[in-house]
């Protein structure tokens, strides 16, 4: 069941395809998040690894993180050459120069899962970001499939929940859509007999200059 109550369809292969990243969205990503060749970046939730791989074959210092080992493994064997890790947190002890990075994108965790403004998931946002370099950038990465209708399937949260809940942070907030091909839109698509493409959007927080505590 979603957040309003729909039960979730199964996806297919098409469903699948529509969430794939398309060149015009990493683009759009990189630019948004002031990634370049050489920045170090940390992929949290990173599922099937696509995001991860894009970034490495970019050029970016890039390790990607899920909570759950088979997803991992199977990220794995996709991209061999990728540095995954199974965890909430890269396993590098706090303090080496490995452990800060200059970009942090969330695409899910559990404490995030049903209380966006609960203890649990603010604590998390606040752990991961003593892992951020003074000056980076968090991101929550939100993906909706429009439907066959008007109706869409929609992510755990909407990106007005996730802006809300960054705001509570310190730095400078901001949500940015993310180009995906042309804006055909929902209803135009379905009158056409096409299916609309995926609609990303980032919820971006700047930290100031200074390092942020967990406390």
């Given at each position: ?9 199964r ?14 969205v ?63 947190f ?12 200059e ?10 899962a ?19 370099r ?9 993906v ?45 698509s ?26």
């Amino acid at each position: 069941m979603n957040r309003r109550g729909h039960r979730q369809k199964r996806r297919g292969p098409a469903e699948s395809d529509r969430r794939d990243l398309s060149r015009a969205v990493f683009r759009s990503l990189i630019a948004s998040l002031k990634i370049n060749i050489g920045s170090r970046v940390l992929d949290v939730g990173c599922g099937s690894g696509q995001l991860t791989q894009r970034l490495h074959a970019f050029g970016v210092d890039v390790l990607g993180l899920a909570e759950s080992a088979e997803t991992i493994r199977e990220a794995r064997q996709a991209f061999p050459t990728v540095p995954f890790q199974v965890g909430r947190f890269p396993q590098i002890p706090l303090g080496h120069p490995d452990a800060e990075f200059e970009v942090i994108v969330v695409q899910g965790l559990s404490p995030y899962a049903d209380n966006l403004f609960g203890a649990a998931a603010f604590r998390m946002t606040a752990d991961l970001l003593c892992s951020l370099r003074p000056n980076g950038r968090f991101a929550f990465l939100n993906v909706v499939i429009p439907g066959p209708d008007t109706e869409q399937d929609l992510p755990s949260h909407s990106i007005a929940c996730y802006a809300r809940h960054l705001s509570f942070f310190p730095g400078v907030c901001r949500v940015c859509h993310l180009p995906n091909g042309p804006t055909t839109g929902v209803v135009l698509s379905k009158i056409l007999g096409q299916r609309a493409p995926a609609i990303w959007r980032l919820a971006i927080l700047k930290i100031p200059s200074e390092r942020l505590s967990a406390e």
